[in-house]
């Protein structure tokens, strides 16, 4: 599962980094197929994390690491929903894309420090 759930962070960020790149470039906006690809791949990122966030807590581990994850994963998901909406002007777009990416880089530290006495 944990192979998995890394794949879905690595298409999430992808995918993101591909509607940043249209919007900031030439202020086009992702074909539908990505918008729907990006729902679905947040959809299987959440289930495949709460699929591993229960078996963390099955053997005591420490996981006050995840839920500062889960904290900026729902900055990075309105960030980016601000971002790519299409009635968004440019400040707003930069200021998402700059809001969501910084929450994607925290999540991507804390996964790979895990630290253990976070809070």
């Known amino acids: 599962m944990k192979h ?8 999430v960020i992808g995918l993101f980094l591909y509607q940043s790149f249209l919007v900031l470039s030439s202020n086009r906006r992702a074909p539908r197929m ?7 791949l947040y959809t ?8 591993m966030l229960m078996q963390l807590i099955s053997v005591n581990a420490p996981v006050q690491w995840v839920f500062a994850k889960i904290i900026l994963l729902i900055a990075a998901i309105s960030a980016s929903v601000k971002a790519f909406n299409p009635n968004a002007n440019q400040t707003q777009s930069r200021v998402g894309i700059a809001v ?9 530290i804390l996964a790979y420090a895990k630290p253990a006495n976070f809070f």
Do not use: D, E, F
């Open 4 to 11: 998995l759930h890394t794949l879905l962070a690595v298409l």
């Open 34 to 40: 990505v918008k729907v690809s990006t729902h679905i």
């Open 44 to 51: 299987l990122i959440i289930l495949s994390g709460a699929w």
């Open 100 to 108: 969501a990416g910084v929450a994607y880089l925290g999540i991507v």
